[in-house]
């Protein structure tokens, strides 16, 4: 089973199942106030090749992962702009989902919006104050942090340490300056829903911990965000959870940032590039390409160099892919021996074994370009059979990080494959003038013409 690096206990360990055949994960999804950024990406293409490889192994995978559609920076969004919080947080999901469809990434099987979820909020709220670990004051609801066993578990920090580094707030009703809201009240111009502790909204953190609990239920499996939301947001969470006596997630995973010139890219650094950005210039496969080449947990750097690089590498993919196609069209049936079919489960198993060890993804997909290169190889040799059914292996494996090539594009009809014949007959009778010929008449077509080793490819 898959071994994964647990931040709260800071090291990896089996992802244990609450329910056998069954996957319950929560990733911390997008605050909807402005278009998606790379970083956004990046976790949601990490969760996506998590979430592709559980299913692959057999496992159903409920995935939730919740919009924010109430919070600050929406509503100064909104107010600025003169318009109101739910069109704004309407605007920038459209976005979200048309850059996260871009790239592939797979829906969630629920996706909660935190305003469909306020009265949980406010129950737990009330449920909070009522235990006495919550305490209201003039601007809100506050949880004492004081209180709750364990607080500073995922930060790795004593609540001193975290004391002393929290910023200094001028709210002096607060008892300790980590002590975080749960309920905001309302100020003039905001969004508000009534409540017992007065009209206000619930805090970003007490959003996370309701749908989380709500939708897979106490001691769910695993919950995912990036490691920016380690401190205090996911603490938080989980503080709240502790506080109300529920059992929490199981088991923390944090993906890596993505960085610009060794910094980490932000709104505030100016260092920032859209999803739209990148798409409107790269392949979109590039990104899934860059994220599932480094691992999960490191920096990565998102420079055109590596794009670049990237963009290369999906291009012998894609070669690969045609040349697939034209396998399974050209070649006869038949069946390779069991040498071919040990090589195809010592593929898959070495696939297994390097995801299972902490999702080693540039490994793995180290492992299947090589594995590319022994089918070209073997096409190469007239070892049809070899490379059908091991480059059929190595399909299935890249469609596991989906980054299946797109197929084999349109079919030869006949008059193309005529002329390729023609194409080929020149070549190996060295009339390269009749062979020039062709090759244009089949670009006139429309066709990329490739030589290579086996003869005359072509594609469009
Ligand atoms: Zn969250």
């Known amino acids: 089973m898959l071994q994964l690096h647990d931040t709260a206990t800071g090291r990896a360990r089996e992802l244990a199942l609450r329910d056998a055949g069954k996957v319950s994960m929560y990733v911390c999804g997008a605050t909807v106030y402005a278009p998606p950024h790379i970083g956004h990406g990046r976790f949601v293409l990490v969760y996506d090749i998590l979430r592709r490889y559980l299913e692959y192994r057999g496992l159903v995978v409920d995935h939730v992962s919740n919009v924010t559609d109430i919070d600050d920076k929406i509503i100064i969004r909104a107010n600025q702009e003169g318009r109101s919080s739910a069109e ?47 305490y209201e004051t003039s601007d809100g609801v506050y949880l004492s942090v004081e209180k709750v066993d364990g607080y500073g578990l995922l930060a790795h920090q004593t609540l001193e340490s975290l004391r002393a580094g929290a910023r200094v707030e001028v709210i002096e009703e607060k008892r300790s300056p980590s002590d975080f809201a749960i309920w905001k009240k309302a100020k003039p111009g905001e969004p508000t829903w009534d409540s017992p502790f007065g009209p206000g909204r619930p805090g970003w953190h007490t959003e996370c911990v309701v749908m989380a609990l709500g939708l897979l239920g106490e001691g769910f499996d695993l919950h995912g965000a990036g490691q920016d939301l380690i401190f205090p947001h996911n603490e938080n969470e989980r503080a709240q959870a502790v506080a109300w006596g529920r059992q929490f997630a199981n088991h923390w995973m944090h993906n890596g940032m993505v960085e610009v010139g060794g910094q980490k890219m932000g709104k505030s650094l100016g260092n920032f590039q859209t999803m739209d950005e990148f798409l409107s210039t790269s392949d979109p496969r590039a990104y899934r390409m860059l994220v599932a080449r480094s691992h999960y947990r490191t920096p990565i750097e998102v420079g055109p160099s590596m794009v670049e690089d990237a963009e290369l590498q999906l291009e012998r993919l894609d070669n690969f892919g045609r040349l697939m196609a034209e396998l399974e069209r050209d070649l006869p049936a038949g069946e390779a021996g069991s040498a071919t079919a040990e090589r195809v489960r010592g593929l898959e198993a070495r696939f297994v074994e390097l995801m299972d060890d902490d999702l080693r993804t540039p490994d793995a997909v180290a492992s299947l370009f090589s594995a590319i290169k022994e089918v070209n190889t073997a096409a190469g040799e007239r070892e049809g059979q070899h490379a059908r059914e091991l480059g059929a292996a190595v399909l299935r494996l890249f469609g596991v990080l989906g980054l299946e090539p797109p197929g084999a594009g349109e079919p030869v009809d006949s008059q193309a494959a005529d002329l390729v014949r023609r194409l080929d007959e020149a070549r190996a009778a060295r009339d390269f003038e009749a062979a020039d010929a062709v090759r244009a008449e089949l670009q006139g077509l429309g066709w990329t013409v490739e030589t290579t080793q086996q003869g005359t490819r072509i594609y469009r």
């Open 88 to 134: 704004v947080a309407e605007e920038f999901e459209a976005s979200w989902w048309q850059a996260m469809d871009a790239v592939g990434a797979l829906r969630p099987t629920a996706i909660p919006h935190a305003t469909e979820h306020i009265d949980g909020m406010v129950e737990l709220v009330g449920e909070l104050i009522k235990r006495d670990v919550a």
